[in-house]
């Protein structure tokens, strides 16, 4: 087992690694920019190195002052987190290069799964149900109108090295294909360095319906249900739960087989979460993340199971824990994401922290680096917290959120909280009925005029 970790991000995700290493004996060491000398992440670590100036990219992207942290600590293995580095295969290389372990996937895995397209046909090729749509990138506007007319309107263009919405566009008709292709070329291009788009069957009503995997890197490999994170505004989540409630225990067993067969075939090393967009019973894969997903927490409440650990475990050759046969769910999970932003139109608002009170009792959990008197910087992500509530069943988990809700502080800056009691006062989302589009929706018809 290593005796010292470098946790190569910042924020709540640090503190979740800082607080496993912590049970598991092991050191850990925070690395930060000068914005965040004063983080939770750095005074909760055993040992912390200050890695450059507050932008990303002089800092928790700057590969070189990462290795040097682990060299200045004599860390023998980094954890990535999510976001940053955490699905940069380069970066995976550069670690092994220098004699030390990344606690995560291999370069390899991390390059096919990255770029859309050959993850799609990875997939498809290990049996994993996709989208209809090009076989490859589309590189004209004539090939473009032949797909989207062999698969049928609506159509969705997207960049292949895509994320979080960017170099994505919809055409519902053949006249208005030549712009949506154009646009996402563009954003792609500008976003990623890449105008490479591919087609897909737009769905008119799907839920995003993600499986947890996780592998031993040896063949061996298991599932951990389903997340239903269907409640997204602009593709990102913001409201999460586990089991989905559309989705039975046959299905779960079903779809959650096909997943880890595929990573068991690939020989795929630790967490990995696969997402599909789910139809009027049909699974459609989007891609895999080859890394901790942010809404982990309710996997590990459903489950029983520490991730972290779980990855740290493998990734320093142990055998894996996690048995099929004992991984059985227990109970309902429900997570938000609290972002430093202004309602209603999700405007960041960094600042300073005056007071802060996180909710407890029974089946709560608070992922948060805040404290009274925390500036929240302005370079980074807006998330600063999740909410995370655990319940026999979903209408328990459903009270406590809400009564958990009611007693969190955070004060000094604005927030999402407010949205989230709003929402549980929705029929739609008390029967567990939405889609993907529902909270866009929502948010449009209270929009003001």
């Known amino acids: 087992m290593f005796k010292k970790i470098l946790i190569a991000n910042r924020g709540e995700i640090a503190l ?23 983080a939770m992440h750095v005074r909760m670590a055993d040992e912390s190195v200050c890695i450059g100036p507050p932008p990303g990219s002089e800092s928790y992207l700057h590969v070189p002052s990462i290795i040097s942290a682990c060299e200045i600590s004599g860390a023998e293995a980094i954890h990535p ?3 940053f580095l955490s699905e940069n295969a380069a970066f995976v ?59 049928g309107y609506p159509v969705i263009i997207k960049a292949t090295a895509g994320g979080g919405g960017r170099g994505m566009k919809l055409a519902r008709t053949a006249e208005e294909l030549d712009y949506a292709f154009r646009a996402a070329r563009s954003e792609a291009k500008s976003a990623f360095g890449n105008d490479e788009v591919y087609i897909e069957k737009y769905l008119g009503r799907p839920r995003h319906i993600e499986i947890q995997v996780f592998g031993d890197g040896k063949g061996r490999a298991v599932h951990l249900g389903e997340r239903d994170c269907s409640l997204q505004r602009r593709h990102q989540k913001v409201f999460e739960e586990a089991p989905g409630p559309c989705i039975d225990a ?9 997943c880890a067969e ?16 789910y139809e009027d019973g049909e699974f459609y894969f989007i891609e895999m993340n080859t890394r901790l997903q942010v809404e982990h927490p309710v996997t590990e409440a459903v489950y029983g199971v520490d991730l972290v650990r779980e990855q740290i475990r493998v990734a320093a050759g142990l055998p894996m824990e996690l048995v099929q046969e004992d991984l059985v769910p227990q109970g309902h999970a429900i997570e938000v994401r609290i972002n430093a932003e202004r309602l209603p139109n999700f405007s960041p608002c960094p600042g300073r922290v005056t007071a802060y009170h996180a909710p407890g009792g029974l089946g709560v959990r608070m992922d948060s680096a805040l404290y009274d008197g925390y500036a929240i910087p ?17 209408d328990e988990a459903v009270a406590r959120l809400r009564r958990s809700l009611g007693e969190l502080i955070v004060d000094g800056i604005d927030t999402t909280v407010p949205l989230f009691p709003m929402l549980l006062n929705e029929p739609d989302i008390l029967k567990g009925d939405y889609t993907i589009h529902w909270l866009e929706k929502w948010l449009a018809e209270r929009a003001p005029s």
């Not at 290990?126 to 989207?148: I, K, N, Q, R």
């Not at 595929?262 to 967009?277: D, S």
């Open 16 to 38: 979740r690694i800082i607080r496993a290493c912590r049970e598991m004996g092991i050191a850990s060491v925070a690395v930060h920019s000068t914005a965040d000398a004063d």
């Open 81 to 83: 987190g999510y976001g």
């Open 93 to 151: 290389q550069i670690v092994q290069d220098h004699g030390l372990t990344f606690i995560g996937p291999t370069a390899e895995h991390i390059r096919i799964m990255g770029d859309k397209i050959t993850a799609k046909d990875t997939m498809k090729k290990l049996g994993v149900p996709c989208v209809p749509g090009s076989d490859g990138g589309v590189a004209t506007l004539e090939e473009a109108h032949a797909v989207s007319a062999q698969i």
């Open 250 to 258: 046959e299905t779960r067993a079903r779809i959650g087989a096909t």
């Open 262 to 277: 595929a990573v068991a075939a690939i020989n795929y090393a630790g967490a990995g979460t696969i997402e599909f967009l």
């Open 378 to 394: 302005p370079y980074y992500d807006s998330l600063i917290a999740k909410l995370i509530v655990h319940g026999r069943d979903r």
